[in-house]
């Protein structure tokens, strides 16, 4: 037990102790993180605002925004599919094969922003029917998603952009637009859902509103940036031509991205149903744990993300022992990032359970979903970190497929429907079996990240690839 306690902090001092990759990875992270946390703030405003008002329009826009989250699961795959990619050529230097990418990227975004848009915009009552039976609910979700659906047709092309700033080494940029953002968004929020400043009150309506504008504002300031000196643009030509090599390469990194987005998308987006249907005191206190949980998800979030562009860089200029070297450091991180994430929940609960304002009932859920949650954040973490980040950054993306498919969908999906539908269970057992798919994943990943099938350089010479008019 000495020796392996000695070997531990020996990792731990080799990882901690190169200057070069600490700063890298910090500049990187903190700006990607800081960004997710402010579009977490979003919600967790949402939730607070509504709350104060009635625990149903909490309720209701939390699942409401079940749509937009499966959407983010589309556009999660294309940005993802854009970072693999674009993060290696960007190593290799080759900034035409980066545009293009960006181009791919923006086409299939926007084809998946007009789909979602016209379900919420005009079908939004049946949207809400899956996620709730309690009418007063879908009522006020199908309110929201009337309005907040005009949004979800801006959103996929400004995370493209903010996408590419962060491969660019303009994180801080794209975290300034998304702090901006979520300012103005929270502002709004409070303006339209109460009724400030001599403006009638919205309730979920001014949430929506608030959305809508926040996003418009977000979009024009992307596309002011990108005419900026050192930024990037897509080239005209590049949004209606293809280089074919090139395109075939981000099918292979993206269809699987696509799969495992979907399965984990419309996995949780089932968890949150079969929360929905078991009352609403188990729905709004789900509601909250859900906003925490997104809180607290942003640092790893953060570490995928700018750890996977550092590997991805290495990798593409070549140096696939240093590629190696950094995804292996990353991989002790996420277990020092998920032991301190449980820890967080930990302390965090006493404080929230004091001070939302939910039923008795509700309450009593919300304190055992958050010790649950506690357990479940070391698998989040450490899944995070190597599948999102070290795996797709040397294009190793199907894997995330194979696991989910067996954890999420052949464990915990059936077992908490059972429990929900079938067996009558409570409601915190139910919401404990929502999280066992992260926990059971831990030992698969380790298995799979030693065999280092991740370690791959995915760039090619382009200059002799061909190209046609037709879109990916």
Known sequence: MGERAERNR??????????DFNRRLIHLTLPIAFQQ??????????????????????????LATQIQFIQNMFIFAVTSAVTVLAAQY????????????FCIGLR?????????????????????MIFTNVDVIAQSGAEYLRIAGW?????GVSQCYLCMYKIIGKQHHAAAVSTATV??????????????????????????????????????????LSFRRGFIRPEPAGLVRRDRV?????????????????????????YSAFMGH?????????????????????????????GGIIVGEELGRGDLVKGKLYGRRMGVIAFVCGGLSAVLMLLFTPALIAFVKLTPLAREYLLYMMLVMAFYMIGRAVNTIIVNGVFSAGGDTAFDAYSLAVTMWGLAVPLAALGTFVFGWHPVAVYALTCLDEVGKIPWVILHFRKYKWVKDLTRDLSKSGSDISAP
């Open 151 to 155: 949004s979800y047709l801006l959103t």
């Open 37 to 62: 946390l402010m579009l977490a703030t979003v919600a967790a405003a949402d939730a607070i605002m509504l709350g104060k008002r009635s625990q149903n329009e909490m309720s209701a826009v939390s």
């Open 108 to 128: 299939i975004n926007v084809a998946v922003s007009a789909v979602f848009f016209a379900g919420c915009v005009f079908f939004p009552q049946y949207l809400m």
């Open 246 to 270: 090139l395109s075939a390469d981000f099918r292979k990194c993206f269809l699987p991205l696509l799969g495992a987005s979907l399965m984990w998308g419309i996995g949780f987006t089932a």
């Open 183 to 224: 300012v103005i968004n929270i502002v709004l929020n409070a303006v339209l859902i109460f009724g400030l400043i001599g403006i009638p009150s919205m309730g979920v309506r001014g949430a929506a509103a608030a959305t809508l504008i926040s996003r418009v504002v977000e979009l024009i300031w992307c596309l002011a």
């Open 10 to 19: 020996l990792k731990l001092r080799e990882v901690f102790s190169d200057r």
């Open 278 to 306: 078991l009352g609403e005191d188990a729905a709004a206190a789900n509601s909250v744990a859900a906003v925490v949980r997104d809180l607290v998800c942003c640092m790893c979030g953060g570490l995928a993300t700018g």
């Open 90 to 101: 960007w190593g290799r230097g080759d900034r035409k094969a980066v545009n293009d990418i």
